[in-house]
């Protein structure tokens, strides 16, 4: 039953965030930010006041775009859920149908042990009841006597971390190389940047990797091969994952680049008689950063979810891993919570390179 | 000023790019390796031998062997056969239902545009893996290590991006006056989409498809990586390789022919894809 309702409901959500007034939809959006709110706060009553207030806060302060996305945001994150489900109940096998041969009994107290129905609808509303009453993730389903929340609470920071340091170094390279690029275009500087580009799109991040691993973990041996310690494990991952998105930012930064070069605000500031560098830096450069800011938010998602396979082969005990592994062994709860810890992080990256948008360019920030 | 056709002028462009020539060339050079040279060579990338296991590059086994003494060489032409269908058959699912998809948004416009596009913002902000994995699971009992599966799964994904494409295209192409005259002349809309709109939307769909390509050769061997692509691919041999790297003694070839055969078909799809980027689209080479 409350599974029905609640994908009726998002459903429904969805439905009037793409067909009602552009007003009505940023209602929603602040909506969408008081809910949690609301649905966390331990007393009813003031848990309902809190959640308004955020929102009627919430409406006056933020721009229309963020309020937008905001009311996307919430349904969408229900029905990834909800497809999560509909797809892991539709593949075959069964948690509980492991390596021990369960009779229908034993499965069935099993099922009702850990709140694991026969279809998806029953359980999604169970998973989504038990996600609002007592904001658990669930028990993992096939780790012994450990909740989600145990099994992910480590594995978050580690893969949080790992994405931002290859967030950042990408960004840092790319955007040096761009730069570079364009000032001098079809000059040597250009070309080695756009092969380097162009190498770090084609090479498969493992065969980049392991080129790492050989050279500076096995050869060199400045760097430790795997595991988690101290920062320096995290290098290695880091550079790894950071490498396909480093060349997209490179690329979209010299194309940038090059286009502001030529705009008349730019001749401008030469006209006076700037000198080359404050040009480039101070006038040239934030309009050349709107294409790399824009390419942020693909860019986190990809990072994140390009860390199953750096955390793979590094063994950095990661969100990755447990999601794998949880797909591969049934384990729907934990497939779950991994799927909507992943999907809230993107979102919250989005809303922040939305934000930061915004911000560079007044175009987007007047009409908002 | 002769009357050549954008199609011709872009031919003669790309004809003068030298990279798009070597990249062609190479391509094609791996492509008639992967479909003959098994059979030419006579070796079969199953066989084991177990006298001749881990064996450096030799006259005999120009590739080397892996743990199991099968000839390596057979096994990364084998590979390539499975990579490169992959490439192309999940590419050609999302031409179709990316096409269709962003004809469908640009020809009806307003509210079914909205809604579509909502839709693929929507699939954007899923994390695509999640997707192709979830995908897999499902053909994990009937069709483990089959292709098909893997065509469907990546191509599902992968359409989002030519959907945009497409809209865009036939939404700033339908306010034309050619499709004024076509429907003066009594076209309806299917006729004004597929002979008139499409072809003049086939540009950007071809660029990107052959950006695409390398895309879902990429994602395949992350998929084979993690245990859950195709049996015999470019990417499993270049996890098996990964797996030996050790410092005492590595059987490097087990890692090094693979990522070569790999890295290089990426790259030179990538070559290509940009070379014609640049030819159909001249505005865009600075």
């Known amino acids: 039953m409350t599974g029905a309702l609640v994908v009726a409901l998002a459903v429904a959500w969805l439905a009037g965030a793409s067909l009602l007034p552009a007003r009505a939809v940023r209602a929603l959006g602040a909506l969408a930010l008081g809910l949690p709110v609301a649905l966390a706060a331990p007393d009813r009553r003031a848990g309902a006041l809190a959640g308004l207030a955020l929102a009627a806060l919430a409406a006056r302060a933020l721009p229309a775009r963020v309020l937008r996305r905001l009311a996307w945001l919430a349904p969408s994150l229900v029905l990834l859920v909800f497809a999560t489900c509909a797809l892991m109940y539709a593949a075959p096998g069964s948690p509980f149908a492991g390596e021990r041969v369960a009779t229908p009994q034993v499965e069935a107290a099993l099922r009702a042990q850990y709140g694991v129905p026969e279809s998806a609808f029953e359980f999604f509303g169970v998973y989504v009841e038990r996600l609002l009453r007592d904001g658990s993730l669930g028990p993992s389903l096939r780790v012994q006597g450990r909740s989600v929340a145990d099994l992910l609470g480590p594995a978050v920071p580690v893969s949080l971390g790992l994405g931002l340091l290859a967030l950042a170094l990408a960004v840092a390279a790319g955007l040096a ?25 084609s090479l498969p991040s493992f065969v980049i990797g392991a080129l790492l691993l050989v050279v500076f973990a096995l050869g060199l041996g400045w760097l430790p091969v795997a595991g988690l310690g101290g920062p320096e494990h995290l290098v290695l991952p880091a550079v790894t994952l950071a490498a396909p998105y480093a060349a997209y930012v490179a690329r979209l930064a010299r194309a940038g680049m090059l ?36 390419f942020l938010a693909p860019a986190a998602a990809g990072i994140l979810t390009g860390s199953f396979v750096v955390e793979t082969l590094f063994g950095v005990p990661g969100m990755g891993q447990w999601f794998v592994k949880g797909a591969i062994n049934r384990d729907y709860t934990l497939v779950l919570g991994t799927s909507l810890v992943y999907a809230a992080l993107v979102a919250l990256l989005n809303l922040g390179a939305d934000l930061l948008y915004g911000w560079l360019d007044p175009r987007v920030r007047d009409a908002a | 000023m002769t009357g050549r056709g954008p199609w011709a002028d872009a031919w003669a462009r790309l004809r003068r790019d030298r990279g798009a020539l070597a990249g062609g060339a190479l391509l094609a050079a791996v492509a008639a390796a992967c479909a003959l040279g098994p059979a030419v060579l006579g070796s079969d990338p199953l066989t084991t031998e177990p006298a001749a296991r881990h064996l450096p590059p030799s006259s005999a086994h120009w590739f080397g062997t892996d743990a199991l003494g099968r000839d390596l060489l057979a096994r990364v032409l084998v590979g390539g056969r499975t990579s490169l269908l992959v490439g192309l058959a999940a590419t050609a699912v999302s031409v179709v239902v990316g096409t269709l998809y962003g004809a469908a948004a640009g020809w009806y416009g307003g509210r079914v545009d909205e809604l579509l596009m909502r839709i693929v913002d929507f699939l954007y902000g899923v994390p695509y893996m999640f997707l192709v994995i979830l995908v897999m699971l499902l053909f994990s009992d009937t069709a483990r290590g089959e292709p098909l599966p ?34 003066a002349a009594g076209a309806g809309d299917l006729r004004i989409l597929a002979r008139h709109l499409l072809p003049n939307a086939l540009g950007p769909v071809v660029v990107y498809a052959t950006l695409t390509v390398p895309g879902v050769i990429l994602l395949e061997s992350f998929l084979s990586f993690l245990g859950l692509g195709v049996a015999l691919s470019w990417g499993q041999l270049v996890a098996e390789g990964v797996a030996v790297v050790n410092p005492v003694r590595s059987p490097w070839w087990l890692l090094a022919f693979p990522s070569a055969f790999l890295a290089a078909t990426l790259l030179a799809l990538n070559f290509l894809g940009d070379a014609l980027r640049d030819a159909l689209d001249p505005r865009s080479v600075p």
């Open chain 2, 150 to 183: 893997v065509f469907l799964a990546l191509g599902l994904v992968q359409w989002l991006t030519m959907a945009r494409i497409v809209r865009g295209q036939v939404l700033a192409l339908r306010e034309r006056e050619f499709v004024l005259a076509a429907r």
């Open chain 1, 259 to 294: 286009e502001v070069l030529t705009l008349d605000y730019v001749r401008a500031a030469r006209a006076k008689g700037l000198p080359e560098r404050a040009v480039v830096l101070r006038h040239a450069l934030p309009g050349a950063l709107l294409p790399v800011v824009s």
């Open chain 1, 177 to 201: 190389l761009g730069i570079a690029a364009a000032l001098r275009p079809r000059g040597l500087v250009d070309r080695i940047a756009m092969g380097l580009a162009l190498l770090g799109i």
